[in-house]
T-cell receptor, first 113, second 110 residues
Framework: GAGVSQSPRYKVAKRGQDVALRCDPI?????LFWYQQALGQGPEFLTY????????KSGLPSDRFFAERPEGSVSTLKIQRTQQEDSAVYLC???????????FGPGTRLTVL | LAKTTQPISMDSYEGQEVNITCSHN???????ITWYQQFPSQGPRFIIQ???TKVTNEVASLFIPADRKSSTLSLPRVSLSDTAVYYC???????????FGKGTTLSVSS
């Protein structure tokens, strides 16, 4: 079946703009994760959903970052008033149950000018 | 969560066996060892997971000594397409977020 998809694949934003990144997990996967990956670094955890409930948002770097998964499937990561340090690849992953093998999407590369 | 240490980079040639060792001295009783692979412009991909001794699948083998303070990912007969970053992760099954380090960049040449 289809894997995790993310859109857009690339996003260029001017500093101060708001952006919204979409993640379509594998159908039926209960758990959904967002990670941020800076150039040359490993992915860093941002937030975790189990169905529609956001159970862990400890990795969100500031209150400008907001994530939602209102119907327990598609998720959106929103970044308000983007800053240059927000430039990174944002990865979404899903798994059937928590801590099981996570399936990653291709990521959205965000560049803030 | 146990911290892991692995080499920053490794070089190999096609057809060789590659062994990447990861140190995790503070591994807890409930922790599993998991390896992910990441190609450029792609998300990480699960390779293998183990708790102790040896685990083998169609892609790799994972060797874990009795004290579990280290583990070795073994890739048999690598090809150019195995050039990627390999991440060693340690955590228990009750956790959620994966904790990645910087990984090991494997470069395979012809």
């Amino acid at each position: 079946g289809a894997g995790v998809s993310q859109s857009p694949r690339y996003k260029v934003a001017k500093r101060g703009q708001d952006v919204a990144l979409r993640c379509d997990p594998i159908s039926g996967h209960v758990s959904l994760f967002w990670y941020q990956q800076a150039l040359g670094q490993g992915p860093e955890f941002l937030t975790y959903f189990q169905n529609e409930a956001q159970l862990d948002k400890s990795g969100l770097p500031s209150d400008r970052f907001f994530a939602e998964r209102p119907e327990g499937s598609v998720s959106t990561l929103k970044i308000q008033r983007t800053q240059q340090e927000d430039s990174a690849v944002y990865l979404c992953a899903s798994s059937l149950v928590p801590r099981n093998e996570q399936f990653f999407g291709p990521g959205t590369r965000l560049t803030v000018l | 969560l146990a911290k892991t240490t692995q080499p920053i980079s490794m070089d190999s040639y096609e057809g060789q066996e590659v062994n990447i060792t990861c140190s995790h001295n503070n591994i807890a009783t409930n922790d599993y060892i998991t390896w992910y692979q990441q190609f450029p412009s792609q998300g990480p991909r699960f390779i293998i997971q183990g708790y102790k001794t040896k685990v083998t699948n169609e892609v790799a083998s994972l060797f874990i000594p009795a004290d579990r303070k280290s583990s070795t990912l073994s890739l048999p007969r690598v090809s150019l397409s195995d050039t990627a970053v390999y991440y060693c992760l340690v955590g228990d099954q009750a956790g959620t977020a994966l904790i990645f380090g910087k990984g090991t960049t494997l470069s395979v040449s012809s």
